[in-house]
């Protein structure tokens, strides 16, 4: 892309003053100015219209039982088979989502390379390479395992992989990709500037990482591979279990579409989105979408009826979401406070929200598909997210829950 082809492109959309600076650039600072520009998916404006927006009604929710626990000791057996022989066939992937940083845990760097080590290193990163160890341990089979990084974090991440030598595992079956990005816009529609050749943007969400991958190039190698499944997991749960044979086995057995690892509530009031249905369609509900009644409703035995929350690991089948790529993702918007560089050229950090920004989540891809088998699991053996330093969710409990597993640290 050229100048003219940028500024006739910007034209069509009121966003001409992303080329205000151009000539004050180097050739080099012109020529990734003119990348982003070629980059940007315009498209994601339109959902500022009232009737585009996503941030909409729900649905009628029903209740959706899972795979309990004690279903999942009754049928061992046949689900571990199944499971065994999709992983023996190559026919399953794992998909780290590892885009963030650790800010919240007072951590510049990736969130994957926090240390939650005592006597001796153990990295985020670590564990969930020694779970899915594990896995390739019993079925003698590499499985195939794909790292989402951002343009922030990617280059510190490969490079850790490399400098720890993949963490034993093997490193011609991990390959990174970097996640799409979204502009950043003013309550106006005006997209920001960061810097005079920078252009404000964000990641697109938990629910643009297979999109990611195509853009990628990487559905052609997932075919030619011929890989069925993926099992996509979050970077901050260290007890999860990754390409678990059988979940993946449960899912397969049951002929749907997808599969959910769900834990049961610790109560009511538990601030985590629950697996459902709405509209008849597989869904999540927030907690605070939930009403007092959704909240409280029993079953005659006195079970909680919306029980089980997701724990962001989900198996999905490839061909499925190749078909549902060809559609448009509902797209959130949501308010942010995001820096920017004003008229004057002066760089701002605002002390309240200022603008939006645009993404896609993985709760929208589970009700994109005609059935999600929720799956239970134990929770102190699968549930150890590391969200806060301390308290609920944090270095402190994930560290006790690693331990309890016997896991020295």
């Not at 106006?188 to 005079?196: A, P, R, T």
């Not at 896609?360 to 799956?375: A, G, R």
Request: charged share 25%; aromatic share 10%.
């Amino acid at each position: 892309m050229n100048y003219n082809d940028a500024m006739e492109l910007l034209k069509k959309y009121g966003q001409e003053h992303l080329l205000a600076y151009y000539d004050e650039l180097s050739d080099v600072g012109k020529a990734d100015l003119l990348s982003q520009i070629s980059k940007i998916d315009f498209s994601l404006l339109d959902n500022l219209n009232a009737d585009n927006n996503q941030n909409s009604q729900r649905g009628s929710f029903e209740p959706l039982g899972a795979v309990t626990i004690n279903d999942i000791q009754k049928f061992s057996e046949e689900y571990k088979t199944a499971g065994y022989d999709a992983i023996k066939a190559g026919k399953v992937a794992a998909i780290l989502l590892a885009g963030g940083q650790g800010t919240r845990l007072g951590f510049d760097k990736p969130k994957g390379m926090f240390n939650v080590g005592e006597t001796k290193d153990l990295f985020i990163f670590q564990c969930l390479i020694n779970n899915l160890m594990k896995v390739v341990n019993e079925t003698g089979t590499w499985i195939n395992l794909y790292v989402m990084t951002s343009e922030k974090n990617n280059d510190d991440t490969v490079a850790f992989f490399k400098e720890k030598n993949y963490f034993g595992y093997n490193g011609d079956y991990i390959k990174f990709f970097i996640q799409d990005m979204a502009p950043s816009v003013d309550f106006n529609g005006k997209i920001f500037l960061e810097s005079k050749s920078r252009i404000s943007s964000s990641p697109n969400g938990n629910g643009g990482w297979f999109s990611s991958m195509v853009r990628a190039g990487l559905l052609d190698e997932l075919k030619s591979k011929g890989i069925e499944w993926l099992n996509v997991f979050a970077v901050d749960n260290v007890l999860q279990q990754i390409a678990d044979p059988l979940f993946i086995g449960a899912v397969i057995k049951s002929g749907s579409e997808s599969g959910g690892k769900v834990v049961a509530k610790a109560d009511p009031q538990e601030r985590v989105g629950v697996l459902c249905l709405e509209d008849g369609m597989p869904s999540i509900v927030e907690y605070y979408e939930m009403t007092d009644e959704m909240i409280n409703l029993r079953s005659e035995e006195g079970e909680l009826l919306y029980k089980y929350g997701v724990i962001l690991n989900y198996l999905f089948n490839t061909a499925k979401l190749e078909e549902l790529n060809q559609k448009k993702m509902p797209v959130h918007i949501v308010d942010k406070k995001i820096p920017f560089m004003n008229e004057n050229g002066e760089f701002i950090n605002p002390s309240s929200p200022n603008g939006h920004k645009f993404e896609t989540l993985v709760l929208d891809m589970v009700h994109m598909h005609n059935s999600c088998l929720p799956y239970e699991v134990v929770r102190n053996k699968e549930f150890a997210p590391i969200k806060n330093p301390d308290g609920v969710d944090s270095v402190v409990s994930a560290k006790a829950l690693l331990k309890e597993n016997g896991i020295e640290l």
